[in-house]
Nanobody
Framework: QLQLVESGGGLVQPGGSLKLSCSASNEIHYYAIAWFRQAPGQERVAVGCVAAHGDRTNYVKSVKGRFTIFRGNTSDIVYLQMNNVILEDTARYYC???????????????WGVGTQVTVSS
């Protein structure tokens, strides 16, 4: 059983940056890792993902060019670097793991409990 814990959320001003972490209980080299977010009153939606065994990434249009997902130097952590944030980025952010090589947003096997990001001036 893989456990995921997100951290790094908080309050950030528009235009600012924030780095979220997704820490795993075991190695996640073999998992594709995706980030999702859920704003109040809205459904959870995908943000981006990184494929297993490498650095291939995929992002939704709304964050492309602003957010970056990358694996850490150890095999049990993945980051979500958020730059030039906007008010609409306010949400609870979740990481999820999929026991598959491919970077996808469905059939995730494991989920974290999320970390809150609030963008406000």
């Amino acid at each position: 059983q893989l456990q995921l814990v997100e951290s790094g959320g908080g309050l950030v001003q528009p235009g600012g940056s924030l780095k979220l972490s997704c820490s795993a209980s075991n190695e996640i080299h073999y998992y594709a890792i995706a980030w999702f977010r859920q704003a109040p009153g809205q459904e959870r939606v995908a943000v981006g993902c990184v494929a297993a065994h490498g650095d291939r990434t995929n992002y939704v249009k709304s964050v492309k060019g602003r957010f970056t997902i990358f694996r850490g130097n150890t095999s049990d952590i993945v980051y979500l670097q958020m730059n030039n944030v906007i008010l609409e980025d306010t949400a609870r952010y979740y990481c999820a793991a999929r026991a598959s090589t491919e970077c996808k947003f469905d059939d995730m096997d494991y989920w974290g409990v999320g970390t809150q990001v609030t963008v406000s001036s």
